[in-house]
Structure formats: structure tokens, C-alpha cells
């Protein structure tokens, strides 16, 4: 597999970034945070998806809505596109649906409704087994991150042997070793646990044999239940029957005793209302023998007395007038207002004789008309009292002729009553009464005894069922412990075979890991051979990985060569193991080979001599390295910068002055 094209849209600082891969070295180089490590991250997410532990939330750019990395491979001669959509919705970024695909040679795969079919699709492309994890199995053949060539030959023996054998499988052998302990353990324990209940076999036999005789106890005497219970409900269902009937009897009887007491208790009552009637009726006959007479009405004698009362002040205001003249009189002088003549004391004298005369007689006349007031007065009082009791009597008179009435309807009901009891007698119902208690009785006891068979039987049925589930238990059980017994004897030989079979993968795993150690010494020789300029060194992989140098015969430890056998080493060391992994894995040779950051550690002697190496692989078509250091630009055959311009990662290509094409 080899890459042909990148591209990055809203994606961590990249608006919209398009990097296109040819064979030969490309070089990525900028400063740290600039994007670099962005289109690294692109191609495992593009390829593996959620596998990279990635935070799509951190994938996508901030304040963008949607994104999507989309990277071209060439596989076999054929191109393909693989599409890897990101939305955002509300505070969660989720793949988009709309922008997840594959593509080969330019037309989409059949529609991917699910991310873990299109995962399985990725991998059938690439032609990944089914059964590892990718993007480790990625890392081993095609990416080796920061700090890693380097790490691989500065490892203490211990832990590089530990991290190749984990790269080559090899600690499959260690943990089987280990796990058929555990599987071991358990068929003793599953072995021992057995044996304990198979023990218990003729217990639960006895047990079994006890419950099925009780059993058959239980039945008959459910069924003596059952045949009781029916002889119980045949003679209620006849009580029942003959009950009714009595019952009914009883009520009619009943009925009518009651019905007649009932007319005759209202004849009693209409009785003694007849008889109540009839002495108001004389009582009212009495009061009304004398009716009273008005001479004069009411109304008249009110005029009368409003007529008087107006006299009466007529008068008082002609005295009040003619008092005033006698005062104004007295104080007169000069011509009389009235004759015109002089004033003199004896025309004063005579006026005033005039004007007392006058009050005289007005005061006679108001003596008499106050006399008549009073008289008018009595005789409306009077009046008034007699209308009062024409009144009453006229009320008394409505109201006798109501009371007759009542007592002619009396008179007549106490007839229709009296008619319709003639001929009807009561009737003695004690013995019948008596019967029908006797019945309930009889019927109280019947459903007593109904309800206790009934509870009975639910009892009995209870202890059948729970009787029948144990006994069905137990013969399940006691199978089960015969073919467990039967077992016993085929564990004690499978505990005995894993045991010799446990030593033999101790043996088998130093077998295979000599093998794997010798295809690892071939291969480190082929590249280190590829790779390495002509020297006085040899080197050697010895049985813990270690990479020893030798010249002349002598040993060096690979820590003390100089910077440009040291890359050279480490790098042919990694492409090794890049090599035994994918063989391992079964999967095709890489043509691809990423490096992130690869001078990490590096002293200026051994970052120099990298390029020089690099260009020396011959092997693997495309290599792509990301690095902040300008001296593995020399060994670029495409050379790109990026760079960071508010916040946004810029592209720029650098055109080589005399580009190197790869033999």
C-alpha cells in the first residue's frame, strides 16, 4: 500500500489542506505546533476511525460545524478513496453519515450503513487478518512514532526483550503458559466439585424414592378431597333449590300480612284524624253564629279625621295671624294702616276689642272642631277592630269549608280501605319461618364445609405441585450427577494431559523464538546491508535482541559507534522488525514507511547521518518523514513546509534545486 493524497477539511488547524504523496522521501518540516503531526493523524483516522483513540471533538477545528479527512491509496494497481465525515450536534461531534464512503478506481462501494462495517471494509482493503488490532499492527509495519529508533537499541535487555517479543507474538506462548495455569486450576477445582456432589448420589436417591411415596399419599387424599367436595356441592345445589322456593313463600306472605297491617294502621289514622276534623268543625260553627256589623267604614272615618285635622290647623294660623296684628297694634303709630285715619288710643282700643273678639271666636270654633277630632278618632278605632274581626271571621268561614272538605276525603278513604280488607285475614307464617331459618342453617354449615374441602384441596394440590417440581428437580439432578460421575474419570485425563502439555509450550516457546531470532538476524543483515556505508563494522544480534558491533573482532557496544553506523543500525534494526511483524501477521510487505519526528533523541552526529541512510532504503517505495530538523530536508526527494498564520496551517512546497529520482 502506498499513499497518493491527503486531504484535510476542518480539521485541528487546517481549514482546507490538500497534500499530495509520490514516491521517494517527502519531508514535512516546520516549526512545532505549526500542523505537521495533523496529516499523521489524518491517515490513522482516515484508516482506522474510532480505533485511534482519537477525541473527535479534539479532531475537529474549533467553531466549525462539520469536517472531514479524506485520504487516496494505491493498492495493487488500483486507486482507492477512503471519506471520513465529522458533524457536530450540540456539544457532541459525531460521525457524518453523509460523508463516509469508499471508493475504488473513482465509484463508491456498495452503501456502508454501519462505522463498524466500514472499519471491516478498510481492513479487507488492506488486507488485514480479522483477528489483530490494526492500528498497532499498522504502527509495527508502516509508522514508527517519535523517540522510537533510537529507543529500540537503548532499551535495557529486559525491556527490549520484552517489546519485540510482544511485536513478534512471541508472549502469546508466555501468556498461554500462563492462562493454562488458570484453565488447569479451574477443571481441578470444576474436578474436585464433582467428585464432592457425585458423593451424594444414593442420599438423593433414598430422598427421591421418600417423595415419590409421599406423593402417591398425596394424590388419593386429593381425590378423596375432590369426591367429597362433590357430595358437599350436590346437597347445597338441592338446599339451594328448595331454599328459594320457601324463601320466596315467605316473603309473599310476608307481603301480604304486611300490606294489610298497613291499611289497617291507616284506617286507624285516618280515624283519628276524622274524629280531630269533626270537633274543629263544631268548634268553628260556634264561633260563627254571630257575625259583627260596621256602621261606618274605615275608609270614610279616615277622611273624616284628615278633613278635621286640616281645620284645625286652618284655625291655628288664623289665631297666630290675628296675635300678630295685636302685637304690631301695639307698637302703631301715625294713620292706621287699615281705616287711614289718625291713631288714638281709642281707635287703638277699639281695633284691639275687634281683634280679641276675633281670637274668641276662633278659639271657640277650634275647641269644637278638636272635640269632633277626638270622637272621629274613638269611632275609627272601633271600626278598625270590627273590620279586624270580619276578617277573622271570613278566614274561619274558608277555613270550615276546607276542614269539610278534608273530612268527606277522610270519609271516603276510610271506606276504600275498609273495602279492600274485607275478606283478607292474616296469616300465621312461624312454622315457615322457622323452615327457612332451619335452611340457612343447614346452608351456613354446607358452605363451611364447602369452603374448608376447597382449602384443602388448594393445600394438597400446593404440596402435589411443589412435591412434583422437587421430585422432577431431584431426577434432573440425579442425571446430571450420574453423567458428572461419568465425567470424573474424562477430566482426571484432560488435568493430567494439559499439565505435560504446559511444560511442552515452556519448551515450544524458546523453540519458536530461536526460530523468529534467526529470521530477525537475516532480515537485520539484509537491511543493515542495504542501508550502511562501507565500514569496519559488523554487527551481530545476540539471543536478548541486543545489537553488538564488532571490528576486528572486537566488541562494541552500538552505544559507542559513531553517529552514522549508529542510524544505521537502528534504522535497519526497525525495518526488520517492520518485516518479521508483517510476516508474522501475514500480511503483504510494507511499501510505505512514516516517520514522526525519527531525530527525537538524536545527537547532531546521528540526526546528520539520517538522511544518507534514508536515501540508501531501497526496499520500501514511499517513505514520509515529519521532522522539525532542517538537515533531514537533504534527504527529501518532495519537500513541503507548513507553517501557521493565525491560527490556520498553511502548505507550501519547496522545489528542490536538483531533485533525486530513486533508481
Same mark, same amino acid.
Given at each position: 500500500?502506498?499513499?497518493?493524497?491527503?486531504?484535510?477539511?476542518?480539521?485541528?488547524?487546517?481549514?482546507?489542506?490538500?497534500?499530495?504523496?509520490?514516491?521517494? /522521501?517527502?519531508?514535512?518540516?516546520?516549526?512545532?505546533?505549526?500542523?505537521?503531526?495533523?496529516?499523521?493523524?489524518?491517515?490513522? =483516522?482516515?484508516?482506522?476511525?474510532?480505533?485511534?483513540?482519537?477525541?473527535?471533538?479534539?479532531?475537529?477545528?474549533?467553531?466549525?460545524?462539520?469536517?472531514?479527512?479524506?485520504?487516496?491509496?494505491?493498492?495493487?494497481?488500483?486507486? =482507492?478513496?477512503?471519506?471520513?465525515?465529522?458533524?457536530?450536534?450540540?456539544?457532541?461531534?459525531?460521525?457524518?453519515?453523509?460523508?463516509?464512503?469508499?471508493?475504488?478506481?473513482?465509484?463508491?462501494?456498495?452503501? /456502508?450503513?454501519?462505522?463498524?462495517?466500514?472499519?471491516?471494509?478498510?481492513?479487507? *482493503?488492506?488486507?488485514?487478518?480479522?483477528?489483530?488490532?490494526?492500528?498497532?499492527?499498522?504502527?509495527?509495519?508502516?509508522?514508527?512514532?517519535?523517540?522510537?529508533?533510537?529507543?529500540?537499541?537503548?532499551?535495557?535487555?529486559?525491556?527490549?526483550?520484552?517489546?519485540?517479543?510482544?511485536?513478534?507474538?512471541?508472549?502469546?506462548?508466555? *501468556?498461554?503458559?500462563?492462562?493454562?495455569?488458570?484453565?488447569?486450576?479451574?477443571?481441578?477445582?470444576? *474436578?474436585?466439585?464433582?467428585?464432592?456432589?457425585?458423593?451424594?448420589?444414593?442420599?438423593?436417591?433414598?430422598?427421591?424414592?421418600?417423595?415419590?411415596?409421599?406423593?402417591?399419599?398425596?394424590?388419593?387424599?386429593?381425590?378423596?378431597?375432590?369426591?367429597?367436595?362433590?357430595?358437599?356441592?350436590?346437597?347445597?345445589?338441592?338446599?339451594?333449590?328448595?331454599?328459594?322456593?320457601?324463601?320466596?313463600?315467605?316473603?309473599?306472605?310476608?307481603?301480604?300480612?304486611?300490606?294489610?297491617?298497613?291499611?289497617?294502621?291507616?284506617?286507624?289514622?285516618?280515624?283519628?284524624?276524622?274524629?280531630?276534623?269533626?270537633?274543629?268543625?263544631?268548634?268553628?260553627?260556634?264561633?260563627?253564629?254571630?257575625?259583627?256589623?260596621?256602621?261606618?267604614?274605615?275608609?270614610?272615618?279616615?277622611?273624616?279625621?284628615?278633613?278635621?285635622?286640616?281645620?284645625?290647623?286652618?284655625?291655628?294660623?288664623?289665631?297666630?295671624?290675628?296675635?300678630?296684628?295685636?302685637?304690631?297694634?301695639?307698637?302703631?303709630?301715625?294713620?292706621?294702616?287699615?281705616?287711614?285715619?289718625?291713631?288714638?288710643?281709642?281707635?287703638?282700643?277699639?281695633?284691639?276689642?275687634?281683634?280679641?273678639?276675633?281670637?274668641?271666636?276662633?278659639?271657640?270654633?277650634?275647641?269644637?272642631?278638636?272635640?269632633?277630632?277626638?270622637?272621629?278618632?274613638?269611632?275609627?278605632?272601633?271600626?278598625?277592630?270590627?273590620?279586624?274581626?270580619?276578617?277573622?271571621?271570613?278566614?274561619?268561614?274558608?277555613?270550615?269549608?276546607?276542614?269539610?272538605?278534608?273530612?268527606?276525603?277522610?270519609?271516603?278513604?276510610?271506606?276504600?280501605?275498609?273495602?279492600?280488607?274485607?275478606?283478607?285475614?292474616?296469616?300465621?307464617?312461624?312454622?315457615?319461618?322457622?323452615?327457612?331459618?332451619?335452611?340457612?342453617?343447614?346452608?351456613?354449615?354446607?358452605?363451611?364445609?364447602?369452603?374448608?374441602?376447597?382449602?384443602?384441596?388448594?393445600?394438597?394440590?400446593?404440596?402435589?405441585?411443589?412435591?412434583?417440581?422437587?421430585?422432577?428437580?431431584?431426577?434432573?439432578?440425579?442425571?446430571?450427577?450420574?453423567?458428572?460421575?461419568?465425567?470424573?474419570?474424562?477430566?482426571?485425563?484432560?488435568?493430567?494431559?494439559?499439565?505435560?502439555?504446559?511444560?511442552?509450550?515452556?519448551?515450544?516457546?524458546?523453540?519458536?523464538?530461536?526460530?523468529?531470532?534467526?529470521?530477525?538476524?537475516?532480515?537485520?543483515?539484509?537491511? =543493515?546491508?542495504?542501508?550502511?556505508?562501507?565500514?569496519?563494522?559488523?554487527?551481530?544480534?545476540?539471543?536478548?535482541?541486543?545489537?553488538?558491533?564488532?571490528?576486528?573482532?572486537?566488541?562494541?557496544?552500538?552505544?559507542?559507534?559513531?553517529?552514522?553506523?549508529?542510524?544505521?543500525?537502528?534504522?535497519? =534494526?526497525?525495518?526488520?522488525?517492520?518485516?518479521?511483524?508483517?510476516?508474522?501477521?501475514?500480511?503483504?510487505?510494507?511499501?510505505?514507511?512514516?516517520?514522526?519526528?525519527?531525530?527525537?533523541?538524536?545527537?547532531?552526529?546521528? /540526526?546528520?547521518?539520517?538522511?544518507?541512510?534514508?536515501?540508501?532504503?531501497?526496499?520500501?517505495?514511499?517513505?514520509?518523514?515529519?521532522?522539525?530538523?532542517?538537515?533531514?530536508?537533504?534527504?527529501?526527494?518532495?519537500?513541503?513546509?507548513?507553517?501557521?498564520?493565525?491560527?490556520?496551517?498553511?502548505?507550501?512546497?519547496?522545489?528542490?534545486?536538483?531533485?533525486?529520482?530513486?533508481?
Amino acid at each position: 500500500m502506498k499513499l497518493k493524497e491527503i486531504e484535510l477539511y476542518n480539521i485541528r488547524s487546517h481549514e482546507s489542506s490538500t497534500l499530495r504523496f509520490d514516491n521517494g /522521501i517527502t519531508v514535512l518540516s516546520g516549526r512545532t505546533g505549526s500542523g505537521k503531526s495533523s496529516f499523521l493523524i489524518g491517515i490513522e =483516522y482516515a484508516l482506522f476511525g474510532a480505533d485511534t483513540n482519537l477525541n473527535t471533538s479534539a479532531l475537529l477545528r474549533r467553531n466549525s460545524g462539520e469536517g472531514y479527512v479524506k485520504l487516496t491509496l494505491e493498492d495493487c494497481g488500483r486507486d =482507492y478513496e477512503i471519506m471520513r465525515g465529522l458533524i457536530k450536534k450540540g456539544k457532541s461531534v459525531l460521525v457524518n453519515p453523509d460523508k463516509l464512503w469508499i471508493k475504488e478506481a473513482g465509484s463508491k462501494m456498495p452503501l /456502508i450503513a454501519r462505522t463498524a462495517e466500514f472499519n471491516e471494509r478498510v481492513l479487507q *482493503l488492506l488486507k488485514y487478518p480479522v483477528d489483530i488490532k490494526p492500528k498497532e499492527l499498522f504502527e509495527v509495519t508502516s509508522y514508527a512514532k517519535q523517540d522510537e529508533i533510537r529507543k529500540l537499541i537503548e532499551l535495557t535487555a529486559e525491556n527490549r526483550q520484552r517489546y519485540i517479543d510482544r511485536i513478534l507474538q512471541l508472549s502469546k506462548y508466555q *501468556l498461554t503458559w500462563g492462562n493454562m495455569k488458570e484453565l488447569i486450576n479451574e477443571l481441578r477445582n470444576d *474436578l474436585s466439585e464433582l467428585k464432592g456432589r457425585t458423593g451424594d448420589i444414593e442420599l438423593i436417591e433414598r430422598e427421591l424414592k421418600d417423595k415419590e411415596q409421599e406423593l402417591v399419599k398425596r394424590d388419593s387424599e386429593f381425590k378423596n378431597c375432590e369426591s367429597a367436595l362433590k357430595t358437599v356441592n350436590e346437597k347445597l345445589n338441592e338446599l339451594i333449590v328448595k331454599l328459594r322456593e320457601r324463601s320466596k313463600l315467605l316473603e309473599s306472605v310476608e307481603a301480604q300480612n304486611k300490606k294489610l297491617e298497613l291499611k289497617r294502621s291507616m284506617i286507624e289514622n285516618l280515624e283519628r284524624d276524622k274524629d280531630g276534623l269533626s270537633g274543629e268543625i263544631k268548634i268553628l260553627n260556634n264561633e260563627l253564629k254571630n257575625k259583627p256589623v260596621i256602621k261606618l267604614s274605615v275608609e270614610e272615618l279616615v277622611s273624616k279625621k284628615s278633613s278635621l285635622e286640616q281645620s284645625i290647623i286652618h284655625k291655628k294660623e288664623l289665631i297666630n295671624d290675628v296675635n300678630n296684628e295685636l302685637i304690631k297694634l301695639s307698637g302703631l303709630k301715625g294713620n292706621c294702616p287699615l281705616c287711614k285715619q289718625a291713631v288714638s288710643a281709642s281707635h287703638k282700643k277699639e281695633v284691639e276689642s275687634e281683634f280679641k273678639s276675633r281670637l274668641k271666636i276662633f278659639d271657640d270654633e277650634l275647641k269644637k272642631i278638636d272635640g269632633e277630632l277626638r270622637l272621629v278618632k274613638d269611632s275609627l278605632l272601633k271600626a278598625q277592630a270590627d273590620k279586624r274581626l270580619i276578617d277573622d271571621f271570613n278566614v274561619k268561614e274558608r277555613l270550615l269549608i276546607e276542614k269539610n272538605k278534608a273530612l268527606n276525603s277522610i270519609i271516603d278513604k276510610i271506606k276504600a280501605l275498609n273495602d279492600e280488607i274485607k275478606g283478607i285475614k292474616l296469616v300465621d307464617n312461624s312454622s315457615l319461618r322457622s323452615e327457612v331459618e332451619l335452611l340457612l342453617s343447614d346452608e351456613k354449615s354446607l358452605l363451611s364445609s364447602q369452603t374448608g374441602l376447597k382449602e384443602r384441596g388448594s393445600m394438597i394440590s400446593e404440596i402435589i405441585s411443589g412435591l412434583k417440581s422437587f421430585i422432577n428437580d431431584r431426577r434432573a439432578n440425579l442425571l446430571k450427577l450420574k453423567e458428572d460421575k461419568a465425567m470424573v474419570d474424562k477430566l482426571e485425563a484432560q488435568v493430567n494431559l494439559l499439565n505435560r502439555l504446559r511444560g511442552d509450550i515452556r519448551n515450544i516457546r524458546e523453540v519458536v523464538r530461536n526460530k523468529f531470532l534467526e529470521d530477525f538476524r537475516q532480515e537485520f543483515q539484509s537491511k =543493515y546491508e542495504e542501508i550502511r556505508e562501507e565500514d569496519d563494522y559488523t554487527v551481530e544480534i545476540m539471543t536478548d535482541y541486543e545489537p553488538i558491533a564488532y571490528s576486528n573482532g572486537v566488541e562494541t557496544p552500538v552505544t559507542n559507534l559513531s553517529g552514522g553506523e549508529k542510524t544505521s543500525v537502528a534504522l535497519a =534494526y526497525r525495518l526488520a522488525l517492520s518485516e518479521i511483524a508483517a510476516r508474522l501477521s501475514d500480511v503483504e510487505q510494507s511499501e510505505l514507511l512514516i516517520l514522526d519526528e525519527p531525530t527525537t533523541g538524536f545527537d547532531r552526529n546521528d /540526526i546528520k547521518a539520517l538522511p544518507k541512510a534514508l536515501r540508501n532504503i531501497k526496499t520500501i517505495p514511499q517513505i514520509i518523514i515529519v521532522s522539525h530538523d532542517d538537515e533531514l530536508k537533504e534527504a527529501a526527494d518532495h519537500n513541503y513546509e507548513i507553517s501557521k498564520t493565525k491560527g490556520v496551517s498553511i502548505i507550501k512546497k519547496i522545489l528542490m534545486d536538483n531533485e533525486r529520482l530513486r533508481d
